[in-house]
Nanobody, 116 residues
Framework: QVQLVESGGGLVQAGGSLRLSCAASGIFFSIVDMGWYRQAPGKQRELVAGITPGSSRNYADSVKGRFTISRDNARKMVYLQMDNLKPEDTAVYYC??????????WGQGTQVTVSS
């Protein structure tokens, strides 16, 4: 059974930092792409950052230079370091793994709130 469990969200002032963590189980973690998405109220869920098994990374333009995605294959963890946070980063952040068209898994989400 695939499980993704996020942690690390919270309330932070603009300019602050947070580090999100995602613990994965039930998958061959070291061979799959992992991603972080977010969904703000009234908006569609959007990709924030992705990382391949070899740690190639991609980022949404809105977070480039501020967010860093990383992974620890031995611990089956993926992280999102978020620096210089802005109020527009406020959203629920979700960890994701897509194993196939039919097998797309999400964590429960963690709330990030950035006050101005």
């Amino acid at each position: 059974q695939v499980q993704l469990v996020e942690s690390g969200g919270g309330l932070v002032q603009a300019g602050g930092s947070l580090r999100l963590s995602c613990a994965a189980s039930g998958i061959f973690f070291s061979i799959v792409d992992m991603g972080w998405y977010r969904q703000a109220p009234g908006k569609q869920r959007e990709l924030v950052a992705g990382i391949t098994p070899g740690s190639s990374r991609n980022y949404a333009d809105s977070v480039k230079g501020r967010f860093t995605i990383s992974r620890d294959n031995a611990r089956k963890m993926v992280y999102l370091q978020m620096d210089n946070l802005k109020p527009e980063d406020t959203a629920v952040y979700y960890c994701n793994v897509r194993l196939s068209l039919e097998r797309n898994y999400w964590g429960q989400g963690t709330q990030v709130t950035v006050s101005s």
